[in-house]
């Protein structure tokens, strides 16, 4: 790899996983991501982003971590949807390969973060509704309300996901917790869509 490569992913969000994923499995996980992503050659476009390649890297990036290291490089193309949307599909992507992610010189294991899910609604349940799954409610500043285990914002999510349901929305709001089941309930009552932190669908 040349020193201009290095540098880059050095820089860059880069997810860099134990084996060289296929070209079919790289695009599958990110549709979770963004439903629109689409191969450019050999690269995946998604989210005003460009997901590179995978390339072999030396075992030294990552400290050593795995013996033939692959690396994907993801690189922002545009306005993102949503702040470091770039990082967000690198570390979505490690979590998931059983990877890391590289992003200016830092090693992250996105295992290593704790569980949060969001789930993305079109139109904002009725109070009681959702006290019959989170508990009782107290409401805070700025249409927030606080449940013992969750949080309702009142506000449409600008990811990809959360913009699928823009057609369909009247009162969009997202729900954050950290109960995988929770958020598959709440999902599927309220025909909303579960996304974990990174924003990729969990369904």
Do not use: N
């Amino acid at each position: 790899m040349g020193w201009l490569a290095k540098r880059r992913i050095k820089t860059g969000p880069t997810a860099i996983f134990p084996k060289k994923p296929e070209k079919s499995q790289l695009l599958a996980l990110i549709l979770l991501a963004d439903p629109e992503a689409r191969q450019d050659r050999d690269d995946i476009l998604a989210a005003d982003c460009r997901i590179h390649a995978p390339v072999e890297v030396e075992p030294e990036l990552t400290g050593g971590e795995f013996d033939t290291p692959w690396a994907c490089r993801v690189e922002a193309e545009g306005p993102l949807p949503l702040d470091f949307f770039d990082r967000y599909l690198a570390e979505g992507l490690a979590l998931r390969l059983e990877g890391l992610t590289v992003c200016r010189g830092e090693v992250v294991d996105p295992a290593d973060e704790d569980e949060k899910f969001l789930v993305l609604l079109p139109v904002r349940p009725q109070p009681e509704e959702l006290e019959e799954l989170l508990g009782e409610a107290e409401d805070r500043d700025y249409g927030v309300v606080e449940y013992k285990d969750a949080v309702l914002i009142p506000a449409a999510d600008p990811s990809p996901a959360g913009r699928t349901l823009e057609p369909y929305s009247s009162e969009p709001c997202r729900i954050e917790l950290e109960d995988r089941e929770v958020a598959l309930a709440l999902a599927e009552r309220f025909q909303g869509i579960a996304v974990d932190r990174w924003r990729f669908r969990i369904d």
